[in-house]
């Protein structure tokens, strides 16, 4: 099946610094990425949508400035956490799709990174 | 709004066991339904979908689910449990045309498998 990885696999950083995690489709062109957030023993919450090329689709309550995705390639996207706070601590999932975001092309997903904020 | 129910955040069953995970949605239209598992340190993988086709959706390693729409449910079953069985197991559901096409997640249920 396709593979998606995600790098980190774990981070820890201070309060106020920025955090990049990368989101690959190593086997397939990735037209469509989402980036999703867990909490503990919550389920994953749809943060935002991004397809090559373009600017990324922001889910109500999720603050784009804070939350900066790059999706570069179609195999690439980036989320940026910047000015991290350890609120915003969580365990961030991305996904990619073959197909477009109104499509219901599988979802691969990638293992997550687990982000701590000090 | 929609949502998803998975009912039980922890099911334990003996191997050899039925396996049974429940998930019902909220919506008055039918939706897709997916269910994931999730092992530890991966990510989520595709278990089986239902797309309005047949409504018992038979997926991969022995798991179907069932699709009843006069019980908004798609439960998810095994005849009978493996120790490779214990992961955690998602239910999701998208509604093609509304959120574009975006998944919305149960909280999980982690299934455990006694031997």
């Known amino acids: 099946g396709a593979v998606v990885s995600q790098h980190p696999s774990r981070v820890i950083c201070k309060s106020g610094t920025s955090v990049k995690i990368e989101c690959r489709s190593l086997?397939?062109?990735?037209?469509?990425m989402f980036w999703y957030r867990q909490f503990p023993k919550q389920s994953l919450m749809l943060m935002a949508t991004?397809?090559?090329?373009?600017?990324?689709?922001?889910e109500q309550g999720v603050e784009k400035d804070k939350f900066l995705i790059n999706h570069a390639s179609l195999t690439l996207s980036t989320l940026t956490v910047t000015s991290a706070h350890p609120e915003d601590s969580s365990f961030y999932i991305c996904s990619a799709s073959a197909g477009t975001a109104t499509s219901t092309d599988t979802q691969y997903f990638g293992p997550g990174t687990r982000l701590t904020v000090l | 709004a929609q949502s998803v129910t998975q009912l039980g955040s922890h099911v334990s069953v003996s191997e050899g066991a039925l396996v049974l995970l429940r998930c019902n949605y909220s919506s008055s239209v039918p939706p897709y339904l997916f269910w994931y598992v999730q092992y530890p340190n991966q990510g989520l993988q595709l278990l089986l979908k239902y797309t309005s086709a047949a409504t018992l959706v038979k997926g991969i390693n022995g798991f179907e689910a069932e699709f009843k729409k006069s019980e908004t449910s798609f439960h998810l079953t095994k005849p009978s449990a493996h120790m490779s069985d214990a992961a955690e197991y998602f239910c999701a559901v998208s509604w093609y045309g509304g959120s574009q096409g975006n998944l919305i997640f149960g909280k999980g249920t982690k299934l455990s498998v006694k031997p």
């Open positions: 991004s397809n090559e090329g373009s600017k990324a689709t922001y």
């Open positions: 086997d397939f062109q990735a037209t469509t």
